[in-house]
């Protein structure tokens, strides 16, 4: 389980370390931060894929997504006094991720390329592109230089031993490519290959839809499927699976807490599989095409949630959307159910959903309420002092 998240330097998290439980719930007013939270978890992942420089790509580029405002804000700034003025850069470009778990903790740095970074010293097409300046895997929840275990700086890697000698990995990575991929070995590098499978279990959903066209209204060819797709194609062949091999008596409880007297049937014509969702008071049942946006969507969340192959972290983007107040209880039900085998992270603007989460739970419910203060995210509440511990690898 993740303790402690800490970001550096994206887009409005200047300087963020979050602590983190069994069940999170970031919230705050629109425009604090809460996507720029929840896009740095997606980079972190999308790293242990070797994907975090197309990612940022994707988002417009190192230049983008990194902080905006000046390297540092004065007293008098602070207290109304001077006005907010930019200032000559003293520290190098750099946009820090990274976490701690009970037993490993990983950090990323990027950074601007070299002027002349292309082949033979000749200036490069991609001059736009981060590197990957510095990477860290260590043991236990903090960093010290006893606890490293695998330590990229540019493009040389270096890793211990079982009796605490460092050895080169043996070849240089290019700037674009993360030691998660490159040097998880199981052998040499054990750690770093259990972490970065750990990292790929990582689930995000944030877009499941729910339009006249979306993929989950149609009938789809059904095969077993243990995890829901980012856009519920499979949702049908989902549902059936939690059925068959999930929690015994979950799937119709969880239908019945949100729609009593009701009842969700997977219909499978040779091998196509098709929802027919009995309600109350219907003579026939209802296709995916005909349901309702909110009840298709809380269908959806029911893959999502009750997946029988939870996953190390699971993160869910705004998951009330659509849904109306009546349902909150029953989602919040599902999301403290999956909380239980898996650490959730749910971002969420909702009051009510939040409320319903805190009083439907007997976990306890980590709240992150985040605020923000001359364009700077900040956790409500937290200063200087109250930060659990955490060191960035050093260049």
Known sequence: MLTTLAIENY???????LPLGRLNVVTGANGTGKSSLYRALRLLADASRNGAVAALAREGGLSSTLWAGPENISPAVRRGEQPLQGTVRSKAVSLRMGFASEDYGYAMDFGLPQPLGGERGRPSAFSLDPEIKREALWAGPFLRPASLLVERGGGGVRIRDGDGKWHD?????????????EFADPERAPELLMLRE?????RFYDHLRTDVDAPARQVQI???TTILGPEGADVAAALQTIREIGPQGALDVAIEQAFPGSKVE?????????????QHGLLRPLSGAELSDGTLRYLLWVAALLTPRPPALLVLNEPETSLHPDLLPALANLVATAAKDTQVIVVTHSRPFLAALQSGSDLDVRTIELVKSFGQTALEGQGPLDE???????R
């Open 266 to 278: 997977i219909r499978n014509n040779a091998g196509r599989f098709e929802i027919a969702f009995h």
């Open 11 to 17: 887009r409005s998290l200047r300087r963020l370390v």
């Open 169 to 181: 990995g043996g070849h240089a990575l290019q700037p674009f490519d993360s030691m998660l991929s």
């Open 222 to 224: 059904g095969t077993r």
């Open 198 to 202: 750990r990292m790929r279990s990582w």
């Open 388 to 394: 659990p511990p955490w060191k960035w690898p050093s």
